[in-house]
C-alpha cells in the first residue's frame, strides 16, 4: 500500500486534481499548485485526472486528449513533482496499459462488481481504489474488496460518493465510512461525486457545488482516512464534471479547515 494512511502528521490523505485531462499546461498547473499547499499543510497527496471518460451521458460529451497522451501527462505529474498519480479504467484491458503509467488504479463506481476488471486491476500490482456504486450498500463493497485480494493483491482502498435517491439525486450515508473500515481497508469519501445531479434532461450531469464544504467537513468528522476532491481553474470552462468540481482557488482554505478538524477529532 503506498504510504498514504502511515503519515507521521495523523492527517487524512488527498486525492485531488481535474475531473479528466485537458492538456499537460493545465494539469501541471494545477498539480503544481496542490503540491504546495499540500506539502504546507502535511497533507499525503496523490494527483488525479481520467485519462479517458467512458461513462457519458451523451454521445457528443468529451472524452478525452487521446489514451497514450493523457497517460504520459500523468507520468510527467508523477515525475515533476514525486507525488503518485490515480486514474479510473472501465475494461480489463485497460489495466495493464494503465499500471504503466500510474500508481494507483481506481475502478468505477458503475463498475465496482465487474469482476474480470476487478481481478486484472490486482494483478497489475498496484494499489485498487475501488468506489462504492450508487446502488450498492456499504457492507457489500466487502465483496468487491476480496475479489481484488484473492487476486493476489492486498492494496486496496474504497471510497464512498453517494447512493442513488429518486432519478436526478445522490444522497451520502455517513454511517458507511466507519463500516467499510471495519474491512481493514483504508476508506475515502469522495466530496464532489457525492454532489453529482445526475439524469439531468439537458444530457449533462448537475451538481451542488456550494455544499462541497459541508460535505468534506461531515468526512472528516466521522473519521474518513482520506478525501477525494475534483478541482479545476475554472470550472465553468471544464469540459467534463464542471458543475460539481471546486474551484481551485478554494482549496487551500477548504483543507486548513479540514486539518484543524482532524486534529480536533485525533485529540
Known amino acids: 500500500m503506498l504510504e498514504l494512511t502511515n503519515n507521521t502528521t495523523g492527517n487524512f490523505f488527498l486525492l485531488a486534481g481535474p475531473c479528466v485531462?485537458?492538456?499537460?499546461?493545465?494539469?501541471?498547473?494545477?498539480?503544481?499548485?496542490?503540491?504546495?499547499?499540500?506539502?504546507?499543510?502535511?497533507?499525503?497527496?496523490?494527483?488525479?485526472?481520467?485519462?479517458?471518460?467512458?461513462?457519458?451521458?451523451?454521445?457528443?460529451?468529451?472524452?478525452?486528449?487521446?489514451?497514450?497522451?493523457?497517460?504520459?501527462?500523468?507520468?510527467?505529474?508523477?515525475?515533476?513533482?514525486?507525488?503518485?498519480?490515480?486514474?479510473?479504467?472501465?475494461?480489463?484491458?485497460?489495466?495493464?496499459?494503465?499500471?504503466?503509467?500510474?500508481?494507483?488504479?481506481?475502478?468505477?463506481?458503475?463498475?465496482?462488481?465487474?469482476?474480470?476488471?476487478?481481478?486484472?486491476?490486482?494483478?497489475?500490482?498496484?494499489?485498487?481504489?475501488?468506489?462504492?456504486?450508487?446502488?450498492?450498500?456499504?457492507?457489500?463493497?466487502?465483496?468487491?474488496?476480496?475479489?481484488?485480494?484473492?487476486?493476489?493483491?492486498?492494496?486496496?482502498?474504497?471510497?464512498?460518493r453517494g447512493t442513488t435517491f429518486g432519478y436526478q439525486d445522490l444522497v451520502i450515508d455517513y454511517r458507511g465510512i466507519p463500516q467499510m473500515q471495519a474491512f481493514g481497508f483504508p476508506v475515502l469519501l469522495d466530496v464532489t461525486h457525492s454532489l453529482q445531479q445526475p439524469n439531468q434532461t439537458s444530457g449533462v450531469t448537475g451538481g451542488m457545488p456550494q455544499l462541497i464544504e459541508t460535505v468534506a467537513k461531515a468526512g472528516i468528522a466521522v473519521g474518513a482516512d482520506g478525501l477525494f476532491i475534483e478541482t479545476h481553474e475554472d470550472p465553468s470552462v471544464a469540459k467534463s464534471d464542471g458543475a460539481n468540481m471546486l474551484k481551485l482557488d478554494l482549496l487551500e482554505g477548504l483543507l486548513e479547515k479540514l486539518v484543524r478538524i482532524r486534529q480536533a477529532i485525533k485529540e
Open 21 to 160: 485531462i485537458e492538456g499537460e499546461e493545465m494539469a501541471l498547473r494545477i498539480a503544481e499548485r496542490i503540491v504546495k499547499m499540500t506539502e504546507r499543510l502535511g497533507i499525503p497527496y496523490v494527483f488525479k485526472g481520467s485519462y479517458r471518460k467512458a461513462n457519458r451521458s451523451r454521445i457528443d460529451s468529451f472524452t478525452g486528449i487521446g489514451d497514450e497522451k493523457a497517460l504520459k501527462v500523468l507520468q510527467k505529474v508523477h515525475d515533476v513533482f514525486g507525488v503518485p498519480t490515480v486514474t479510473d479504467i472501465h475494461s480489463a484491458t485497460e489495466a495493464e496499459m494503465a499500471a504503466a503509467y500510474v500508481d494507483i488504479l481506481q475502478i468505477p463506481a458503475f463498475l465496482c462488481r465487474q469482476t474480470d476488471l476487478l481481478v486484472a486491476a490486482a494483478k497489475t500490482g498496484k494499489t485498487i481504489n475501488i468506489k462504492k456504486g450508487q446502488f450498492l450498500s456499504p457492507q457489500a463493497m466487502q465483496f468487491a474488496a476480496q475479489k481484488v485480494v484473492e487476486a493476489g493483491n492486498r492494496q486496496v482502498m474504497l471510497t464512498e
